[in-house]
């Protein structure tokens, strides 16, 4: 999103050349012939008492589009495009919640911090904060996707937001990748960018507040239930396992799904000024200045979005010379401006439409749990708040189930306070990189392909379920959670 650099010819050629190749097949026509025929078609079939149409094409549009964008059934735009024109032509949700992406905070601050990523690449800056972050090109890869990932966790205890983490270390892990000789399209650079959306968000959710989620849960969980979540406790509850284990794991995963050899660009570091330039000594301010507003949120009251705005408009002023008009021109992707605006839309569309709530209840019917048997109803609560987290993305599943505890609690015989906590192992768990708005941006900037992304992301879920669970539960047993 940042990069004006090209993609690979061979990953953007195959692409261009396989969505050609379904359009003269005719697939993607009648792939958007088959939904639209289907939304109609559901006026004329017999739902069940209580069912309205409107709630069943609610539902067939988002499994739709959530299944396109993860399965790359049709080119991402495409995607988004008709999840807007078939949302207002069948009167989805009013004309707000349906284009509510683009009046979310996160969309501007994805769009300030692309212009601000834009100043670090022309400047040169983020070549130059990728040596002095990741030392010089002289170990392998597996030692800078490990130092990626350790900048990524170090960050959260010290910035509260996964996507200022991300809009700060995307620009800089993208001049790392190009000192190394990662050019767009090879494994390494994917990697590279992997290790810095997981990174940024995977192991963030066992810090308090660090991420949307918990700071979600955190709120919810005072609101409803009079239940304050403590910094120290949650810490030690979730990191050991979720943290350091699952940070751990990543590292690893990465460099077996994506592997690669460092290629330092001796060019790179031997033509590297020593001196900041001036541009780069305005920006280096600049970012001081973003990053105090960003740690200070809680005493001035400003939102991180218009902070990361404000600092894109300055880098805009001719005044300042860091990004001129060609430099934005080129820099700046409108596609993947639109696919975030797309995926908060669907959202807003969600949590309007009642589907987390609804689907809470159908399944917590499905599954018959008795309360006689708590602890063997763990996993039974984790797989509903999994397939819950499906149909909403993760920052959004705390609000959805955070009212459904009493519900839970009845129906399962553990305390509420244990189903809020429940919440947090399963938010950590991405099935698909959809479910996280962060881990999303860092791949469009970062040029990611969205089939490496979920590659990594189902991968990791699944060593998550069969591994990492029982770890941290067991984790839990040994602090005496399950006590009582």
């Keep these: 999103m940042t990069s004006a650099t090209p993609p690979s010819s061979g990953g953007a050629n195959s692409q261009r050349a396989r969505a050609a190749a379904a359009l003269r097949s005719g697939g993607i ?102 040596r002095l972050f990741f030392g010089r090109a002289s170990g392998g890869y597996r030692y800078f996707i490990a130092m990626v990932v350790l900048a990524s966790v170090s ?59 918990n700071t979600v849960l955190m709120g919810a969980a005072d609101t409803l239930y009079g239940i304050k979540l403590q910094y120290g406790s949650y810490l030690l509850l979730h990191f050991p396992v979720l943290g350091l284990v699952k940070g751990a794991l990543l590292i690893w995963l990465i460099c077996r799904l994506f592997p690669d050899t460092a290629e330092p660009q001796a060019s790179a570091s031997a033509t590297a000024p020593g001196r900041l330039s001036s541009g780069e000594g305005r920006l280096v301010l600049l970012l001081v200045l973003m990053l105090s507003l960003f740690a200070s949120d809680f005493w ?12 894109g408009l300055i880098c805009l002023l001719p005044q300042s010379g860091l990004v001129s008009s060609k430099e934005l021109q ?49 996993p039974l609560v984790a797989a509903i708040y999994a397939g819950i987290g499906l149909l909403t993305t993760l920052p959004g599943l705390p609000a959805v189930l955070t009212p459904l505890a009493t519900e839970f609690s009845q129906a399962s015989g553990l305390s509420i306070e244990t189903l809020l906590k429940l919440q ?61």
Excluded at 300 to 311: D, F, K, N, R
Excluded at 339 to 368: E, P, R
């Design 29 to 130: 026509p009648l792939l958007i012939l088959g939904l639209v025929t289907v939304l109609i078609g559901v006026d004329f079939v017999p739902l069940p008492e209580g069912v309205s149409p409107d709630s069943v094409r609610t539902g067939i549009l988002v499994v739709f589009t959530i299944a396109s964008w993860a399965m790359n059934l049709l080119p991402e735009p495409l995607t988004t495009l008709l999840f807007f024109l078939c949302a207002m032509l069948f009167h989805i949700a009013a004309p707000t919640t349906v284009f509510a992406g683009f009046a979310t905070p996160t969309w501007w601050l994805v769009l300030g911090g692309t212009i601000v990523g834009i100043a670090i690449r022309t400047t040169g800056l983020g070549p130059r904060l990728g």
């Design 155 to 213: 960050l959260a205890f010290l910035m509260p937001s996964t996507m200022g983490r991300v809009l700060l270390l995307v620009p800089i892990v993208m001049g790392l990748a190009d000192r190394l000789g990662f050019t767009p399209g090879r494994t390494g650079r994917t990697g590279l960018i992997m290790a810095t959306a997981m990174g940024s968000y995977l192991p963030s959710t066992a810090v308090l507040p660090a991420n949307v989620p």
């Design 300 to 311: 001035h009251g400003i939102s991180p979005a218009w902070v990361c705005l404000g600092a």
């Design 330 to 378: 080129q820099g700046l992707a409108i596609g993947p401006l639109f696919y975030v605006a797309g995926f908060l839309s669907l959202s807003a569309v969600i949590a309007q439409s009642g589907l987390g709530a609804w689907a809470g209840g159908g399944l917590l019917d499905l599954v018959g749990m008795t309360s006689d048997d708590p602890l063997g109803n763990i």
């Design 424 to 484: 947090v192992p399963v938010f950590a768990t991405v099935f698909i990189p959809y479910q996280s708005p962060p881990m999303m941006i860092a791949m469009l900037m970062g040029g990611a392909a969205m089939k490496d992304g979920l590659k990594l992301c189902l991968v990791m879920s699944a060593i998550t379920i069969a591994v990492i669970l029982p770890l941290d539960f067991a984790w839990w047993w040994l602090l005496g959670e399950f006590d009582g």
